[in-house]
């Protein structure tokens, strides 16, 4: 069986038999990404040596009979994670120097757990951008077809996992960032409750949006990591004490007598009529796995896209405000004042993308346009994550696209920021209303694009969306195709 043919589960089981080791795990997967890398470009960086060593260390602690989750196991996480001695440039110029004094929180849960962490992976800018191609280390490809993105921002993550780079990887998703990629890609990936997974440590975009989440697969090992990163953390002030389940525990506990809504406002005529045939597929397949199938509304549903690029504007505009060459970031100093080094550090560190944001989130909360603007989207979010804890009175998950279409060409949207803009419609209500969801694959178009397919679980209810999600896979093969890379 080859390397990239095995699950985590399968691997833990190799390496305690002694049927496999940690180096040479580690270093099959160093060698699939120097073979397929070139192609895909998922990685900013690759830790060759401290991936061996580490690996060296975990053989030694499976042969003393102490063995993590991940003890031994290849993973990696998206270039936006501080990871001690290791560079962290968030896919930007800007940060192309920085080296971080410290592991983020979710990385050092990943560190105490023993995986081995082989390298930093590629994403848009600053987790700025649908698409993966707002990155200063290039584009990355789909795996699935190399002319096609494979979303973003968090498309290193899936693309790593599905051309069998890597078993597992984590990302970050501020409107979609990790299940938009995972859709594109043909993965499982997940977004937690807002404060069930620490942000200490990720470099921030829009610090009331951000979420970590793992990517993987299938839904088992998806579970398996989020066992490891979650729970509280005293560092992240919006982490949330709450208990964690084990969400391997009662993965098999099925959907039967589970209700779940369709909200309506997601059936919209712009569908990609392959999407449409997907998802009412699936949900034929959850009718027969026992669940009842009811209609529901999401009312402001259209305003979430004006809403979230409002607050996500202004946010990124107030957190990138301490790149400028002195706190941080790369220096340009052509020798004309403060000022003048300002200016040409930000102008020559920022990419396209990176400075449209800040400028249109700098006008909104400057004076005289922060009541209009920003305080009326804080107010307008306010009645999206009403609206779903309103209809989570009524049923258990909801259900419903990841993405409008399939993946789309590299470049074919570039000249089109709106249009980008809106392939997150289906994701970014999630982020503002702060609950779970998850993308997991459902179908292929005829070109033999992956579609995903999205659950919604209520706050803190992740084990039981994970739950549904489980049931779907087992019942259906789409997670058993892999792409010829």
Request: charged letters at 20%.
């Amino acid at each position: 069986m080859k390397f990239q043919d095995l699950t985590i589960q399968d691997m833990r089981q190799k390496l305690l038999a002694g049927d496999l080791s940690s180096v040479e795990l580690t270093r099959a997967c160093l060698e699939r990404i120097k073979a397929t890398d070139s192609t895909l470009n998922a990685f900013i960086t690759v830790c060759e040596d401290e991936s061996l060593a580490a690996a060296e260390q975990a053989d030694q602690q499976i042969a003393a009979g102490n063995m993590g989750l991940l003890t031994g196991i290849p993973v990696a996480v998206k270039d936006i994670f501080n990871t001690l001695d290791v560079r962290t440039t968030c896919g930007s110029k800007i940060l192309d120097n920085y080296v971080s004094p410290y592991d983020a929180t979710a990385i050092a849960k990943l560190r105490e757990q023993g995986a081995i962490i082989v390298g930093k992976l590629n994403m848009d800018e600053f987790a700025m951008g649908s698409s993966n191609e707002n990155s200063a280390a290039g584009a990355v490809h789909n795996p699935w077809d190399t002319e096609r993105v494979p979303g973003g921002s968090s498309g290193g993550s899936a693309a790593a996992v599905a051309a069998g780079q890597v078993v597992a990887t984590l990302g970050t998703d501020t409107g979609g960032s990790v299940r938009q990629p995972a859709s594109h890609c043909g993965v499982v990936g997940l977004k937690p409750t807002y404060g069930r997974v620490s942000r200490y440590g990720v470099v921030a975009f829009a610090s009331s949006l951000d979420q970590v989440g793992p990517v993987a697969g299938n839904v088992e090992d998806c579970a398996l990591m989020l066992n490891v990163v979650a729970g509280y953390d005293p560092a992240d002030s919006t982490s949330v004490d709450c208990p964690v389940p084990d969400y391997l525990k009662n993965l098999n506990a099925g959907v039967t007598g589970k209700k779940i809504g369709l909200p309506k406002e997601y059936f919209i005529d712009g569908l990609d009529p392959e999407i449409k045939q997907a998802v009412d597929a699936a949900i034929e397949t959850y009718r027969q796995l026992g669940a009842e199938i009811v209609e529901v509304s999401l009312p402001h549903t259209d305003y979430s896209v004006a809403c979230y690029y409002l607050i996500a504007m202004a946010e990124a505009s107030s957190n990138l405000a301490r790149y400028d060459g002195v706190r941080f970031g790369k220096r340009q100093d052509p020798g004309e004042g403060l000022i003048g080094m300002y200016q040409q550090t930000r102008s020559a560190g920022f990419g396209d993308e990176v400075k449209r944001r800040i400028m249109l989130g700098t006008y909104a909360l400057s004076s005289g346009y922060y009541d209009a603007y920003y305080l009326k989207a804080q107010k307008v979010r306010t009645l999206i994550r009403q609206d779903f804890l309103k209809v989570f009175e009524e049923v258990d998950l909801l259900l419903t696209p990841v993405a409008p279409t399939p993946a789309f060409k590299i470049g074919e949207m570039v000249d089109d920021p709106l249009q980008m803009y809106l392939s997150d419609i289906f994701t970014i209500p999630t982020n503002l209303a702060g609950t779970c969801a998850m993308s997991f694959p459902c179908g292929f178009s005829e070109r033999g694009l992956p579609i995903g397919l999205q659950l919604i679980g209520q706050p803190f209810a992740e084990d039981e969306m994970l739950q549904a999600a489980y049931a779907f896979e087992q019942a259906t093969d789409w997670n058993q195709r892999v792409p010829e890379v």
